[in-house]
């Protein structure tokens, strides 16, 4: 079955830890995005990706790092510069341009 | 800039009732508008989405929305709802103007379903 898969679902970090979340897809799908959701405000972009070797920042970029070194892989990290980093983080990706983005099961990060 | 307004952070419907979740959006060009749908502690799937054409979009699940551009809206609608509706909505438009396709969300609509 073809889809993205993010690792792990739930993740606990102490204040002032990197942490890196996992998000892998085999759509073949040459976009990928991040996005960050916190209650009753939706979602925000963090970084997005359209092609290997490139990302942009979105949004909400600081604290946090990305890379693309394969087609499949966009892993995000949460530095300890990110002042508020409690939050439920969802992985996206598609073809690209106007194409559909389709949505990985999420991770939901608590630093104590 | 493009943003979109979701009216109602909550909605309550009996099962069986109609659903209607409102949803109006800023854009400077011709939008392509989504509604995702959330359940809990998972990632959002595709409900429908419109790019151009008819303006009544069809989409799973019994849902439908209807783009209407005098009046900036794409509410999503079902005839008669069930308890497996009760979920978290979302509606989204295509922001271009960076030269990506970046997706604005509203800050949802959480619909519960009672018996």
């Known amino acids: 079955d073809g889809g993205i898969t993010q690792s792990p679902k739930y993740l606990f970090r102490k204040e002032g830890q990197n942490v890196t979340l996992s998000c892998e897809q085999n759509?073949?799908?040459?976009?990928m995005y991040w996005y960050r959701q916190d209650p009753g405000q939706g979602l925000r972009l963090i970084y997005y990706?359209?092609?290997?070797?490139?990302?942009q920042k979105g949004d909400i970029a600081e604290g946090y790092s990305v890379s693309r070194e394969k087609k499949e892989s966009f892993p995000l990290t949460v530095t300890s510069a990110q002042k508020n980093p409690t939050a439920f983080y969802l992985c996206?990706?598609?073809?690209?341009?106007?194409?559909?983005?389709?949505f990985g099961p999420g991770t939901r990060l608590t630093v104590l | 800039a493009q943003s979109v307004t979701q009216l109602g952070s909550h909605v309550s419907v009996s099962e069986g009732a109609l659903v209607l979740l409102r949803c109006n959006y800023s854009?400077?060009?011709?939008?392509?508008l989504f509604w995702y749908v959330q359940y809990p502690n998972q990632g959002l799937q595709l409900l429908l989405k419109?790019?151009?054409?008819?303006?009544l979009v069809k989409g799973i699940n019994g849902f439908e929305a209807e783009f209407k551009k005098s009046e900036t809206s794409f509410h999503l609608t079902k005839p008669s709802a069930h308890m497996s509706d009760a979920a978290e909505y979302f509606c989204?438009?295509?922001?271009?103007?960076?030269?990506?396709?970046?997706?604005?969300f509203g800050a949802g609509t959480r619909l519960a379903v009672h018996p």
């Open positions: 989204a438009v295509s922001d271009l103007s960076g030269g990506y396709n970046k997706l604005i």
């Open positions: 854009s400077s060009v011709p939008p392509y």
């Open positions: 419109y790019t151009t054409g008819a303006t």
């Open positions: 990706s359209q092609i290997v070797n490139d990302f």
């Open positions: 996206a990706s598609n073809r690209g341009g106007t194409d559909t983005q389709y």
């Open positions: 759509l073949n799908h040459d976009a």
